[in-house]
């Protein structure tokens, strides 16, 4: 099953559709009038790219933003479109709010935004024991369709919230905003160590406080083939002492650590470093930086695989690798982990035709049994992923290759619009159209990843 459900709803879904221009916030009867408003954010040679980037803003990030409903006591981002993925997600949000911060007047909204996953981490710790406190869940489901949001979702995701926040910042400046954040981002994190690396090894694991193997898997991609014999167990080290609502521990400890949400927690560290730097909390900065140096050393022991040029998951008990290349192999490299000689392995092998799909990158090696194009997490191409190894590549050194990834991207979705993922041989869009998070298909050229296609904020150097 997909943890992105279409959730069947018996209500009406609030506003519908909130826009907003350039300067003010508009109902969805105006929706034609933002257009031109839209559109003059932007500069380029191509109208095409100004009219893709004002459609990205309308569709992927002004209409996702909702107001306050049941658990959400503030105004929050919406995943998807109409009912599909009706809440906030932790993945998602932070591309969206990358860039909602482009618009000075959304301010107050970004800082709602944040405080729904605050609000969540003081709810969750009153019900539940210390060990689970500061948790914050996948995503916020207002109006608890599927079960009480103390049930579900009772798992994490990709913990990029530090990443998110320090996106923002560079846009918009909002020092108040790292002043609320910070605390509860460090909270978090230390829930992620605690409970997601409890063999004390320095490398993440997935779980779920719900026994279902299923919900582990989507803390992470989804669908990963790396994960087709995860298993849920009991923690390794610690004795049952849970009160109500659990009457114990129950098997809720995945046994496989994985790259990607490894990479993604030092990631999102490296961006608390500097954040706590700028806000002078120098006994922060220090704290995360000791999570970091500890946990690069682990990754870069026991996940690097030089013969296949990326890392690997492994198994939580023993450490063995499992030798399965997917898209959580190239996160690590976003989190500046891989020494100068891993990387430029990594950037021979992304240029093999492992990885060199006519969309690159698949999000499984194209050798591997279970590639599939169009399969979900299993070989299709995810507009995210790209953006982010994208970047990492460019940051060292790799312009061509980061290059390659963006225009290719780019020029799909100019074809096949910007969609939730794609097939990795035709192109054919995939899933849920307008998600939210593929507004990172813009920010590709804002952050000048591109060769082939110019984009810029108006005004910006």
Known sequence: MNRRRFLQTSSGVGIGVLLASARVGIGSSAAESSGGALESLFE??????????????????????KPPEGTAKRRWLQAGTGDAFYGQWIWDTMFVVDLLAILPEHKETIRDVFQNYWDFQERWNVRFPSYAHDMVACMIEPRGNVKPWYEYPAYSQIPILGWGLERVYQRNGDIDLLRQCLAPIEKFHEWYWRER???DAGLIAV???????????YETFDNEC????????AHPRRRDSAPWPWAGEGRWYGDICVPGNTGYLIQAERSLVRLAM???????????QKRIDRCVAAVREHMWDAESGVFLAVK???LEKIRIGTIGGWMPLIAEIPTRSMTGRMAEAIQTDHWQTPLPIPTVDRHDKRWVAASYWRGDVWPVPNYQVAAAFAREGYRGIAADIADKTVANALVNGVNEHYDSVTGKPLGVGNLGMSCAIVTMMLDQL???YHLKVRGAA
């Open 44 to 65: 380029s040679d191509d109208p095409r790219l100004v009219r893709l980037a004002a459609d990205v803003m309308r569709n992927c990030v002004l209409a996702k933003i």
């Open 197 to 199: 690396d409890v063999t």
């Open 207 to 217: 779980g779920a406080y719900s026994d279902d193997v299923q919900h582990g898997r």
């Open 226 to 233: 790396c994960l087709d014999d995860l298993k849920l167990t």
């Open 278 to 288: 700028i806000l002078g909390n120098t006994e922060m900065a220090k704290r995360r």
């Open 316 to 318: 939580r008990d023993t």
């Open 450 to 452: 591109t060769s082939k």
